[in-house]
């Protein structure tokens, strides 16, 4: 019989959408400079300015001048932390006008993905303040803490330069309230980051609803190719560049333009924005079934995040008793490809720092999964995945009970 084949990893990538293949396929051969100024040149360039309102269209950039293309979320955010270390030194920005008066203050989040938390702890190294903000145990920032870290009277380490928490958080999918928190970090002079990584294609994101002046996005997250993404700056907000050399993207980050992938970002982007509404409400089900199915078919479930405010396509579970690594291997031999909430796969057996931030204890958090629903996610491949999961669970439970019953002999 054929092996299953059902990817629930999405969070981690997308396939392409055969759209968005068709179109870099067809293109894979136009090879011209985007920068040159000859007549295939300028075509080039037509395509990304094209895609570059295609993007500034998906997240409600009023000019798409404020969207500069990069590798993806990993660069965008490093970009935006570079700057950072600039303006806090007392540096005027390469671009836009902006003076930090004595602000060098960093305040962040206990949840972030590995490129915030190291580049903000790149920050600490250097002598900036920095604050990695609770949570509660749904995963949503602590608003209370937040007010008295943007007060010099009620904390240390002096005036606000950035606020930067996570749109949607990847492991757990809880959704912060970045209109409201942005709000905040304004009234105290404070700039604001958001990385919108997880959050669009999934969530209305608009970078005016919200009122941020960086906003990060990655493309392999929308179904588009991988290796490119974008930071959406304001007009006028400051940026320096991580990447120097020529005169690409506004001086914010040179290279030669990455044509194929930057056209592939535009159409995945304009598909995702007309899809969304229906695209979420697919999911949502889809990701309702799962947890209602896994809670009632095993005892003793934990569902981490938020209930409500999640993303649509993320559930993310803590199975006690049962190891995270060798559920996802079990799963792994029926076909069934998921993420566990340790960061094994990137080398590390430390628990995930996210289910600790929300409370949840080394040994559950080692015990988690999470399951990122995706396109072509079908209702079948739920089912499926309900059959194999809870033979999987007792079986490890019964395993581990063994184990522990000749530990203590
Ligand atoms: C929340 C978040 N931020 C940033 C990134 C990094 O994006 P990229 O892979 O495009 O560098 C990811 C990718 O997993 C992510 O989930």
Same mark, same amino acid.
């Given at each position: 019989?054929?092996?299953?084949?059902?990817?629930?990893?999405?969070?981690?990538?997308?396939?392409?959408?055969?759209?968005?293949?068709?179109?870099?396929?067809?293109?894979?051969?136009?090879?011209?400079?985007?920068?040159?100024?000859?007549?295939?040149?300028?075509?080039?360039?037509?395509?990304?300015?094209?895609?570059?309102?295609?993007?500034?269209?998906?997240?409600?950039?009023?000019?798409?001048?404020?969207?500069?293309?990069?590798?993806?979320?990993?660069?965008?955010?490093?970009?935006?932390?570079?700057?950072?270390?600039?303006?806090?030194?007392?540096?005027?920005?390469?671009?836009?006008?902006?003076?930090?008066?004595?602000?060098?203050?960093?305040?962040?989040?206990?949840?972030?993905?590995?490129?915030?938390?190291?580049?903000?702890?790149?920050?600490?190294?250097?002598?900036?303040?920095?604050?990695?903000?609770?949570?509660?145990?749904?995963?949503?920032?602590?608003?209370?803490?937040?007010?008295?870290?943007?007060?010099?009277?009620?904390?240390?380490?002096?005036?606000?330069?950035?606020?930067?928490?996570?749109?949607?958080?990847?492991?757990?999918?809880?959704?912060?309230?970045?209109?409201?928190?942005?709000?905040?970090?304004?009234?105290?002079?404070?700039?604001?980051?958001?990385?919108?990584?997880?959050?669009?294609?999934?969530?209305?994101?608009?970078?005016?609803?919200?009122?941020?002046?960086?906003?990060?996005?990655?493309?392999?997250?929308?179904?588009?190719?991988?290796?490119?993404?974008?930071?959406?700056?304001?007009?006028?907000?400051?940026?320096?560049?991580?990447?120097?050399?020529?005169?690409?993207?506004?001086?914010?980050?040179?290279?030669?333009?990455?044509?194929?992938?930057?056209?592939?970002?535009?159409?995945?982007?304009? #598909?995702?924005?007309?899809?969304?509404?229906?695209?979420?409400?697919?999911?949502?089900?889809?990701?309702?079934?799962?947890?209602?199915?896994?809670?009632?078919?095993?005892?003793?479930?934990?569902?981490?995040?938020?209930?409500?405010?999640?993303?649509?396509?993320?559930?993310?579970?803590?199975?006690?008793?049962?190891?995270?690594?060798?559920?996802?291997?079990?799963?792994?031999?029926?076909?069934?490809?998921?993420?566990?909430?340790?960061?094994?796969?990137?080398?590390? #057996?430390?628990?995930?720092?996210?289910?600790?931030?929300?409370?949840?204890?080394?040994?559950?958090?080692?015990?988690?999964?999470?399951?990122?629903?995706?396109?072509?996610?079908?209702?079948?491949?739920?089912?499926?995945?309900?059959?194999?999961?809870?033979?999987?669970?007792?079986?490890?439970?019964?395993?581990?009970?063994?184990?522990?019953?000749?530990?203590?002999?």
């Amino acid at each position: 019989m054929q092996q299953r084949f059902v990817y629930m990893d999405y969070n981690a990538t997308t396939p392409l959408r055969p759209e968005v293949k068709e179109l870099m396929v067809r293109d894979l051969e136009v090879y011209a400079n985007a920068s040159s100024m000859h007549e295939a040149g300028r075509r080039a360039r037509a395509g990304i300015e094209a895609a570059r309102a295609s993007v500034a269209a998906l997240i409600g950039a009023r000019d798409p001048q404020e969207l500069y293309f990069t590798s993806g979320g990993s660069e965008s955010n490093n970009t935006v932390f570079g700057t950072m270390y600039e303006l806090g030194r007392g540096r005027a920005p390469s671009v836009g006008r902006y003076r930090a008066e004595g602000r060098r203050k960093v305040i962040t989040t206990a949840i972030e993905h590995p490129c915030v938390m190291n580049a903000a702890r790149r920050l600490a190294d250097e002598g900036f303040p920095v604050v990695f903000l609770p949570v509660d145990g749904q995963g949503r920032v602590d608003l209370a803490r937040l007010e008295a870290e943007l007060d010099p009277s009620r904390s240390e380490g002096g005036p606000t330069l950035l606020v930067s928490v996570m749109a949607a958080n990847n492991e757990i999918g809880t959704v912060e309230e970045i209109a409201r928190i942005a709000l905040m970090a304004k009234a105290a002079g404070a700039l604001v980051h958001t990385d919108a990584t997880q959050a669009v294609g999934k969530i209305p994101v608009d970078v005016h609803a919200w009122g941020v002046d960086y906003l990060t996005l990655s493309c392999h997250k929308i179904y588009g190719p991988k290796g490119v993404g974008a930071l959406y700056a304001r007009s006028g907000a400051p940026l320096e560049p991580l990447v120097r050399g020529g005169h690409q993207e506004q001086g914010v980050r040179a290279g030669t333009y990455n044509n194929l992938g930057i056209l592939g970002f535009g159409l995945a982007a304009e #598909l995702a924005r007309r899809d969304l509404p229906e695209f979420s409400a697919r999911l949502r089900a889809l990701r309702e079934r799962l947890r209602e199915g896994i809670v009632a078919r095993i005892p003793q479930v934990r569902v981490n995040g938020h209930p409500t405010e999640v993303l649509p396509n993320t559930l993310n579970a803590s199975f006690p008793g049962a190891e995270g690594e060798s559920i996802l291997l079990s799963l792994d031999m029926e076909g069934i490809e998921v993420s566990t909430g340790s960061a094994c796969a990137s080398g590390s #057996l430390e628990p995930s720092h996210v289910l600790m931030a929300t409370g949840v204890g080394p040994e559950l958090a080692h015990g988690s999964i999470r399951f990122s629903l995706g396109r072509d996610t079908t209702e079948e491949e739920v089912e499926y995945v309900l059959d194999k999961l809870p033979p999987i669970i007792a079986r490890l439970r019964r395993m581990s009970t063994v184990s522990a019953e000749i530990r203590s002999a």
